[in-house]
């Protein structure tokens, strides 16, 4: 037998071994006989239970019979893959797809390579790591952040294992891209308020409405929940009604329909300084509020004093306040009906300003 070449044996049929040196059949009508650690026990078998080190020997008619030769038989499985991988993906453009496949028979080492089509299927692209790709020769193809153009786009993948065997290819999954929602606050009839004056921030949502429990209003960067300070109504829909103690930055955060998310321009709602007394509600039961706010005068804290109508003081108290217009909250029901002037002072002892409340 030296000499002799022998096949490789790959996973497939029965196969007809013919021995041959230089071309020429070195044996004719010889049967084949093996043994070793690694030789199949049947009489019959498929070349796929030759693998790893086997001992071949021939014999011939009579008591012609060849030496043994050792030789090593490599049998590689063929690649087979999970078919339910890829599964489709459906993102909004500022998320993350992946697409991953698996071997579940077969030889390796294996590699990938992922393929994407534009044009549903008619024809594929390797896809290639950059921009929005990685991973394109591994098992899982990462798609960051992709525009709402690559909505369609397919991908499979080509895996390859040890040779002889062919390369498989993956399920097709198919990637949907939805668009982020584009949202526009804006404010009616005022952006700068008063005591007493209300004001409507409403908002505007495409391509794709707001889903269920969609809105959320946020002011200076926090998420208002019911109750919150100067919010007359609209928490928890697109429209928001304030007051004056509503001052600050908003935006909208809307999760649309689809489940994306963005957030909306912002609008500020300030105060209007005017350096007047607001007292209501006016005339009172005996409980009422008191609000001022000056930029030219704004030495805090305030303090009030209130006179009856003989000019005889009968309440002095002092408030910490926060920002324009803070109410200061005054109880007065223990007193007697009638005119009483409630004068506003800074921390200095200066009389701001006065004006005039009725308990009736």
């Given amino acids: 037998m030296t000499g002799a070449t022998f096949p490789a044996y790959t996973n497939g049929a029965a196969t007809t071994v013919t021995y041959s040196n230089n071309g020429c059949d070195i044996i004719t009508g010889g049967n084949v006989g093996w043994g070793g650690p690694a030789a ?11 693998n790893g080190t086997v001992t071949f020997l021939v014999s011939g008619p009579g008591t012609c019979q060849s030496p043994a030769r050792t030789v090593i038989v490599t049998v590689n499985e063929p690649t087979v893959l999970n078919a339910n991988i890829p599964a489709n993906q459906t993102i909004c453009t500022d998320k993350v797809a992946t697409f991953t496949t698996a071997v579940t028979v077969g030889s390796g080492p294996h590699s990938y390579q992922w393929q994407v089509s534009t044009n549903n299927g008619v024809s594929w692209t390797n896809v290639a790591n950059g921009g929005v790709y990685s991973g394109a020769t591994t098992a899982t193809l990462t798609v960051t952040a992709p525009p709402v153009s690559m909505n ?66 946020l002011r200076n960067g926090v998420v ?90 009968v309440f002095v108290q002092n408030y910490t306040i926060g920002r324009p217009y803070d109410r200061m909250d005054v109880d007065m029901r223990a007193f007697g009906k009638g005119l009483y002037w409630v004068e506003i002072g800074d921390l200095n002892g200066n009389r701001l300003t006065m004006c005039r409340v009725v308990i009736q």
Avoid: E, H, M
């Fill in 152 to 217: 369609g786009y397919q991908y499979r993948a080509i895996v390859t294992g040890a040779a002889p065997c062919a390369a498989q290819t993956s399920r097709v999954a198919t990637l949907t891209v939805n668009p982020l929602p584009v949202i526009v606050i804006s404010a009616a009839p005022y952006t700068s308020l008063l005591p007493g004056l209300q004001t409507t921030l409403s908002s505007t949502v495409t391509p794709n409405p707001a889903g269920a429990n969609g809105y959320s209003w």
């Fill in 40 to 50: 199949p026990g049947s009489t019959v078998n498929n070349p796929r239970n030759f």
């Fill in 224 to 313: 208002l929940s019911n109750p919150a300070l100067g919010v007359v109504s609209g928490i928890g829909t697109g429209s928001l009604r304030l007051d004056v103690d509503g001052q600050g930055d908003y935006q909208l955060r809307v999760t649309d329909v689809n489940g994306c998310t963005n957030i909306s321009n912002t609008i500020t709602i300030k105060d209007s300084a005017s350096g007047k007394c607001f007292i209501y509600p006016n005339p009172t039961s005996g409980k009422f509020q008191v609000r001022y706010y000056s930029v030219a005068n704004n030495v805090l804290p305030r303090f009030l004093t209130i006179y009856d109508s003989k000019g005889d003081r």
